[in-house]
Structures are given as C-alpha cells and as structure tokens.
C-alpha cells in the first residue's frame, strides 16, 4: 500500500491551499481515509475522515473551512484548506483503513488507521 500526499506549500493567512493524497495497493472503494496533520512539538491531530460513501466528518478547528472529498476513479482523496490561519501550520498526512467508519468516538485516534502516507507541509505565514 502505498499513500502520496502532494500540495502544501508557503501560503499567507486568510489564503488557499488543496491537498491530494493518491492511493495505490488498496480496495479504495472499501477503505475509509482520513487527513491528520501534526504540528511541531504537537501530536498528530484528526483533521478530516472521508467514509466509503463519501460523507466527510471534520473536526471542530477546521469546519466551515475545510472540505474533505474523495473521487474513486482516481484512487485520490482531496483536502481543500480557506481561510487558513496560522495555527494550521502543519504536516499534514493522509491515512489509510480498510472498513474504517468516520462518524464514530475513535475516528481521529491514530491508532484507529493502518496505513499512513509521508506527509506535505503546510506554512501559513506573511
């Protein structure tokens, strides 16, 4: 299984920025996938889970702000960050779960995902 990230970058706070995370080594149609980013000195942070389906659950930081899909046909899952603000300065990773389930009390742990890929930073600064 493999997970690459792609997208980040230097962005000044109130910008834009979209991340994708493209899959390969998976049944993606079957497998729930998640955003997580980890900040220096911080633990790694749930963002965004994307079910089977399609439905996204975000967490509280981030909604009304970012949008999480996926498109099957590409074996790729999207982040699309607005109005970013300093604090979303991050690595940001995709994660990986065959059968996962996005709307339940451990879908941001970690521990919940198997597969993770390396990471894109994301600076927000003037």
């Known amino acids: 299984v493999q997970l690459v990230e792609s997208g980040g970058g230097l962005v000044q706070p109130g910008g834009s920025l979209r991340l994708s995370c493209a899959a390969s080594g998976l049944t993606f149609d079957e497998t729930a996938m998640a955003w997580f980013r980890q900040a220096p000195g911080k633990g790694r942070e749930g963002v965004s889970c994307i079910s089977r389906g399609g439905s996204a659950s975000y967490t509280d930081s981030v909604k009304g702000r970012f949008t999480a899909w996926r498109d099957n046909a590409k074996n790729t899952v999207y982040l699309r960050l607005n109005s970013l603000k300093p604090e979303d300065t991050a690595m940001y990773y995709c994660?990986?779960?065959?059968?996962?389930?996005?709307?339940?009390?451990?879908?941001?742990?970690?521990?919940?995902?198997?597969?993770w890929g390396q990471g894109t930073q994301v600076t927000v600064s003037s």
């Open positions: 994660a990986a779960r065959f059968r996962g389930q996005c709307f339940t009390s451990t879908t941001f742990f970690p521990s919940s995902y198997t597969y």
